[in-house]
């Protein structure tokens, strides 16, 4: 990195490295703030997040017990042949920021439930045990939408923590120790310049002196 290479000796250096490593500093404490922002941000959306999770699990346990006592009662092949056609359900977005973070949050979607009228069945022909699991089922594909936003918002928060983090580190770990060891090699180079330098004209002025006494 060409903040670790080795520098001339000499002032000029000296200085723009010591403002580069100010400029370092600056920019891992605005970091390390935006990481502790984000830390704050992720356990906000995270805990409803895991409530919301553990009702699914639950909700899709209750569907597929449905769907198990559907099948007992109507059979695999007139369940799928209930189901038909296939729809499609779109949902309509609102695009959101947290901390930078770009999401989506979804404000509306189709109509999930259906009556039996609307799925076209003949009353009677699909059987209580079939339309208890289609209400279970479409019920449960409600509460996923409702959970996909926050979803989507953590996953992100998660990636822009880690990245925020490891910029942390290498700012924190790698760049200014380096950039402080150059600062310090430099300044210990420039002192032994300047003694060598002030030996040098005592020397001189030593010298000199005699030679007017002779």
Same mark, same amino acid.
């Given at each position: ?20 490593? !100010?400029?370092?500093?600056? /920019? ?11 830390? +704050?941000?992720?356990?906000? #959306?995270?805990?409803?997040? %895991?409530? %919301?999770?553990?009702?699914? #699990? !639950? ?33 309509? %977005?609102?695009? #959101? ?19 039996? /009228?609307?799925?076209?069945?003949? /009353? ?16 449960? #594909? ?20 880690? !990245?925020?983090?490891?910029?942390? +580190?290498? %700012? ?24 060598? !330098? ?17």
């Amino acid at each position: 990195m060409s903040a670790l290479r080795r520098r001339p000796c000499t002032r000029h250096e000296l200085l723009r490295a010591r403002r580069r490593l !100010e400029r370092v500093r600056k /920019a891992a404490e605005l970091l390390a703030r935006k990481r502790k922002a984000l830390v +704050n941000e992720l356990f906000r #959306t995270a805990r409803p997040a %895991l409530d %919301l999770r553990e009702e699914l #699990t !639950e909700r899709a346990a209750a569907a597929f017990a449905t769907l198990l006592s559907a099948q007992a009662d109507r059979g695999q092949p007139q369940l799928q042949a209930l189901a038909l056609p296939l729809r499609e359900i779109g949902v309509t %977005l609102r695009p #959101t920021e947290a901390w930078g973070v770009p999401g989506a949050e979804i404000v509306a979607h189709d109509p999930v439930r259906r009556s039996a /009228a609307d799925r076209g069945v003949v /009353a009677g022909a699909a059987g209580p045990a079939a339309l208890a699991a289609a209400a279970e089922i479409e019920a449960l #594909t409600e509460r996923v939408l409702e959970a996909a936003s926050r979803e989507l918002l953590i996953r992100r928060l998660a990636r822009a923590l880690a !990245e925020t983090s490891r910029r942390v +580190n290498l %700012l924190e770990r790698r760049v200014a120790p380096g950039l402080a060891g150059e600062i310090a090699r430099i300044a210990s180079s420039l002192g032994e310049r300047e003694r060598e !330098e002030r030996l040098r004209f005592r020397r001189l002025l030593r010298g000199r002196s005699w030679g007017v006494r002779g």
